[in-house]
T-cell receptor, first 112, second 112 residues
Framework: GENVEQHPSTLSVQEGDSAVIKCTYS??????FPWYKQELGKRPQLIID?????GEKKDQRIAVTLNKTAKHFSLHITETQPEDSAVYFC???????????FGRGTSLIVHP | KAGVTQTPRYLIKTRGQQVTLSCSPI?????VSWYQQTPGQGLQFLFE???????NKGNFPGRFSGRQFSNSRSEMNVSTLELGDSALYLC???????????FGSGTRLTVV
């Protein structure tokens, strides 16, 4: 089955800095890669996703890149703000089941 | 439209007891997936139900079971509770035929 590794487990940055979270996956058949943000005490919410036919996708201060050859994808957050503090999960899934396999999460702390 | 509703929000049970959790998906969604979230293990997939049938299953013991009703509402049951079952249990709703998960707010289960 699919295995998703996520690094780092904790990331601490100053407000205004950029943050990068990296994930690798094992199943070459995976073709959909969502990212979820979970604020303390709340449910995970989808913030951005990318499909395997695209190398990069941006949405305001958030971007995701995908390298299919190396089987890794990354989340980039620019100009971080305290409200970006949360746990971020990457995931990978294939069209066969639509069930995503999640990474273990990255706790992002943005210091004002 | 209404989101994914999980009940109850909090539960405290004693070792050896059993528990039933409920999830009502978004109207029109036929797939309900269940996840166990713990600080050390992230989001672990339990099982997925689609049109009243278990379509996918994770690597959890048989004490964890579920079912889905004709209105797509799903229940998850854990028998013979152990201390290690303490976790946040999340359900996720989707159409089941394309990507796109919406999580509920979860049920926080504490086993004492």
């Amino acid at each position: 089955g699919e295995n998703v590794e996520q690094h780092p487990s904790t990331l601490s940055v100053q407000e205004g800095d950029s943050a990068v979270i990296k994930c690798t996956y094992s199943d070459s058949a995976s073709n959909y890669f969502p990212w979820y943000k979970q604020e303390l005490g709340k449910r995970p919410q989808l913030i951005i996703d990318i499909r395997s036919n695209v190398g990069e996708k941006k949405d305001q201060r958030i971007a995701v890149t995908l390298n299919k050859t190396a089987k890794h994808f990354s989340l980039h957050i620019t100009e971080t703000q305290p409200e970006d503090s949360a746990v971020y999960f990457c995931a990978a899934s294939s069209g066969g089941s639509y069930i995503p396999t999640f990474g273990r999460g990255t706790s992002l702390i943005v210091h004002p | 439209k209404a989101g994914v509703t999980q009940t109850p929000r909090y539960l405290i049970k004693t070792r050896g007891q059993q528990v039933t959790l409920s999830c009502s998906p978004i109207s029109g969604h036929r797939s309900v997936s269940w996840y166990q979230q713990t600080p050390g293990q992230g989001l672990q997939f339990l099982f997925e139900y689609f049109s009243e049938t278990q379509r996918n299953k994770g690597n959890f013991p048989g004490r964890f079971s579920g079912r889905q009703f004709s209105n797509s509402r799903s229940e998850m049951n854990v028998s013979t509770l152990e201390l290690g079952d303490s976790a946040l249990y999340l359900c996720a709703s989707s159409s089941g035929q394309k990507w796109g998960y919406t999580f509920g707010s979860g049920t926080r289960l504490t086993v004492v």
